[in-house]
T-cell receptor
Framework: GQQLNQSPQSMFIQEGEDVSMNCTSS?????WLWYKQDPGEGPVLLIA?????ELTSNGRLTAQFGTTRKDSFLNISASIPSDVGIYFC???????????FGGGTRLMVKP | EAGVTQSPTHLIKTRGQQVTLRCSPI?????VYWYQQALGLGLQFLLW???????NRGNFPPRFSGRQFPNYSSELNVNALELEDSALYLC???????????FGSGTRLTVV
C-alpha cells in the first residue's frame, strides 16, 4: 500500500522558534493534506494542496506541494504554546475516496 | 452545522467484554471511516463504510467489525476485548471522492 514517511517524529522547541516538518513517498500524488490533532481531540484539516509546486499559507502556517509530487512540507513560523499537538500529512488514494496518513510529528513548545 | 459526533466519549471495559462505539457523520456525508490511535501515536485505519457497504478494511482481526445505517451513522463493534485495544477510536466522515475528512473527537476506550 501507499507509504508516507513523515519526519521528524517529534520536536521540542522554544516558543518563538520556527518549525519545519515534511512528508515523503515513493509514489506520486495529486493532493497533499495537512492535519493537526490537539491533545484529546480529533485531527483538524489545516491546509490542502492540489497542484505540484503550490505554496499555501494559513496564518503562521505555510505548506508546499513538492514539485516531484512525492513530498510536501509544513512550516510554522514564530511558534506559540497552542501549536502543541500532532501534525499529520495525508494523501488521497488513486480513486480519491480514501486518505493515507503519515505517522505524525509530535510538536512540543516550551514557553 | 453539527460536526461529526461520537459516543460515548470515554468508557472502561474489562478484558473479554464487548463494546459498541457510535458515530454520526456530518449531514450529507455518506462515507464514514474508523481509526484506532494508541498512546497518542499514528492513526491506524480500521474500516471504511460508504452507502451502507463496507468498502475497505485495515489490518485488524475479525473481532473488529461494524456497520453503517441508512441514515449514514455507523457503529464499531469490538468483541473479546484485549488490553492492547485500549486506545482513542476516531471516526471521520467525508463527502466522498476528492474530499478531506472531518474527524470527531473520538472515544477513549480503556480495557482493564
Amino acid at each position: 500500500g501507499q507509504q508516507l514517511n513523515q519526519s521528524p517524529q517529534s520536536m521540542f522547541i522554544q516558543e518563538g522558534e520556527d518549525v519545519s516538518m515534511n512528508c515523503t513517498s515513493s509514489s506520486i500524488f495529486n493532493t497533499w493534506l495537512w492535519y493537526k490533532q490537539d491533545p484529546g481531540e480529533g485531527p483538524v484539516l489545516l491546509i490542502a494542496l492540489y497542484k505540484a509546486g503550490e505554496l499555501t499559507s494559513n496564518g503562521r502556517l505555510t505548506a508546499q506541494f513538492g514539485t516531484t509530487r512525492k513530498d510536501s512540507f509544513l512550516n510554522i513560523s514564530a511558534s506559540i504554546p497552542s501549536d502543541v499537538g500532532i501534525y499529520f500529512c495525508a494523501v488521497h488514494n488513486n480513486a480519491g475516496n480514501m486518505l493515507t496518513f503519515g505517522g505524525g510529528t509530535r510538536l512540543m513548545v516550551k514557553p | 452545522e453539527a460536526g461529526v459526533t461520537q459516543s460515548p466519549t470515554h468508557l472502561i471495559k474489562t478484558r473479554g467484554q464487548q463494546v459498541t462505539l457510535r458515530c454520526s457523520p456530518i449531514s450529507g456525508h455518506t462515507s464514514v471511516y474508523w481509526y484506532q490511535q494508541a498512546l497518542g501515536l499514528g492513526l491506524q485505519f480500521l474500516l471504511w463504510y460508504d452507502e451502507g457497504e463496507e468498502r475497505n478494511r485495515g489490518n485488524f482481526p475479525p473481532r473488529f467489525s461494524g456497520r453503517q445505517f441508512p441514515n449514514y451513522s455507523s457503529e464499531l463493534n469490538v468483541n473479546a476485548l484485549e488490553l492492547e485495544d485500549s486506545a482513542l477510536y476516531l471516526c471521520a466522515s467525508s463527502l466522498g471522492q476528492g474530499s478531506g475528512y472531518t474527524f470527531g473527537s473520538g472515544t477513549r476506550l480503556t480495557v482493564v
